[in-house]
């Protein structure tokens, strides 16, 4: 019995040729159903309120120790709607926007097709993109690695209808980017990634001039964070003991575990 066509959502930057590559990847071939999302451009704050779209960002403004810009929250919005579609398919599916240049699309079918196979039923998400930036060349194991933090970059995944519809809902409203709202959820990373970012050229629709801080925060800021300073001081109500702790600690240490283990494989499978 052949197997249904795999579903791939493009989020797409309206008037802009930037998916035009990866279309090209996807025609006519039978494999794939594609979906085309255009994408929510939103400018200023006037065009948050003008499209309805309801936001609570005090706590992300807490840990980032920035604003939350309308782009962001365009963007979170669009992966909302597309994981939202995405949710309501009978085998889930892949998210990819339209920078995403797929290296190998037969390895991508395969490795997608897989893992929402042997994942169905389950809260999952596979990132088909680089693991951290600059860090993967050179290695040669194949598979994926599961992961103890959450995956760089939401710009090509593959996740099930479960883990689409928990994505969904745990940031409607909008309270963080889209990249990943929090919630218990299992995350895996392919060790060679399939997908890469942009062709060179493409800017970034979200930080155009580059203008926003989405490097990280300031030294002070983190020392701040980390000797407890800052939850003493202006912390939003909604935010207890528990929770800061997994923000400014957890997170920080699951992450740098995953390097870890990236570079343990890398050694002992060379």
């Known amino acids: 019995m052949p197997k249904a066509p795999l579903l791939v959502v ?23 159903e594609v979906v085309r999302l255009p994408a929510l451009m939103l400018h ?10 309801d936001t609570s960002l005090d706590e992300f403004a807490y840990f980032e120790g920035r604003l939350m810009s309308p782009q962001e929250i365009g963007c979170a919005k669009s ?18 926007e339209d920078d995403a240049r797929i290296e190998n699309l037969d390895l991508f079918y395969k490795y997608a097709l897989d893992f929402l196979e042997k994942k169905q039923g389950k809260l999952a ?11 993967t060349s050179g290695f040669e194991r194949k598979g994926i690695q599961p992961l103890l933090s959450k995956p760089f970059l939401a710009l090509a995944y593959a996740l ?8 969904y809902e745990a940031n ?13 959820i299992k995350y895996f990373s392919l060790f060679n990634p399939l997908v890469r970012h942009g062709d060179g050229e493409n800017l970034s629709t979200i930080d155009i ?8 925060l300031k030294p002070s800021k983190k020392i701040s964070q980390l000797i407890f300073i800052t939850f003493f001081s202006s912390k939003p109500k909604s935010i207890s003991l528990v ?8 997170n920080r240490i699951t992450w740098h575990l995953d390097s870890a283990l990236r570079r343990f494989f890398k050694v002992i499978f060379k």
């Open 160 to 167: 099930t209808p479960l883990a689409a519809k928990a994505l």
């Open 79 to 96: 992966h909302n709607l597309a994981r939202k579609f995405v949710g309501e398919s009978l085998s889930g599916g892949v998210i990819l």
């Open 44 to 53: 200023t704050n006037s065009d948050v309120k003008k499209n309805k779209i």
């Open 209 to 216: 001039q580059g203008e926003l801080n989405r490097k990280g």
């Open 10 to 32: 493009i989020i797409e930057t309206p008037e802009s040729l930037r998916s035009q590559p990866l279309l090209g990847k996807f025609e006519v071939d039978s494999r794939f």
């Open 125 to 135: 998400v596979l990132s088909m993109n680089e693991f951290r930036v600059g860090g």
């Open 243 to 250: 929770r800061y702790i997994e923000e400014v600690y957890c």
């Open 172 to 184: 409607e409203p909008i309270s963080t980017v889209a990249d990943w709202p929090r919630i218990r």
